[in-house]
């Protein structure tokens, strides 16, 4: 219990000091003692093989992504019947549209920039984990999020399966993101 205190600790300090616009000495201290935690965390993860506690670590942390990330990233788009209509490499150093963000217990899609502030459309994740090769997030905008583009006149959208997937791949002793998977939905 104390080490969960700790890290989201050390998140709050970090978003503290961002949102009332401190001094960028006291910010980049804020984030040195939440990257530290961080590598920390995943190191544990990745050693236990934990990957619900690795998603949770990658997602809250830019720094931790890039790390963890294979050194292309696919950017891959697909039509409601799953076939591909574009793929592009992007470098992981580049790649900055990272699609999903964690606010303690509740999940929220960033914008198509990667800004997790402008994200407020809650969605539900399923973590699909196979310790030895791949492991997926998919992740779904909620039934009431009016943004999305809803596949079924009736509104049910149960079955209209995920908005995106992010693909892991078994790597450096842990996971590394090799595809980031965008569903285009047909309205």
């Known amino acids: 219990m104390t080490r969960l205190f700790?890290?989201?600790a050390a998140r709050m300090a970090l978003a503290g000091a961002v949102s009332l616009g401190l001094p960028i000495a006291?910010?980049?201290?804020?984030a040195s003692v939440a990257d530290?935690?961080?590598?920390?965390d995943i190191g544990k993860a990745c050693a236990t093989q934990n990957f619900d506690s690795f998603v949770e670590i990658f997602v809250s942390s830019p720094e931790i992504r890039q790390a963890y990330s294979s050194p292309t990233i696919a950017y891959t788009l697909r039509g409601g019947d799953h076939r591909v209509?574009?793929?592009?490499?992007?470098?992981a150093k580049d790649y900055t549209m990272f699609p999903i963000r964690v606010d303690g217990?509740?999940?929220y899609s960033a914008d198509e920039s990667g800004?997790?502030?402008a994200g407020s459309t809650p969605i539900n994740v399923k973590v699909h984990?196979?310790?030895?090769?791949?492991s997926t997030i998919d992740w779904t905008r909620t039934p009431g999020d009016t943004q999305r583009r809803q596949s079924d006149?009736?509104?049910d959208q149960s079955d209209s399966g995920p908005d995106g997937r992010l693909v892991f791949k078994a790597g450096k002793g842990c996971w590394l993101l090799s595809e980031d998977i965008r569903f285009v939905k047909q309205g």
């Open 105 to 107: 217990v509740r999940w």
């Open 85 to 91: 209509l574009s793929t592009r490499k992007i470098s």
């Open 26 to 30: 006291v910010q980049d201290a804020a």
């Open 115 to 117: 800004d997790k502030s």
């Open 129 to 134: 984990d196979d310790l030895d090769t791949i």
């Open 36 to 40: 530290s935690s961080a590598q920390e």
């Open 153 to 155: 006149p009736s509104g």
């Open 6 to 8: 700790v890290k989201g």
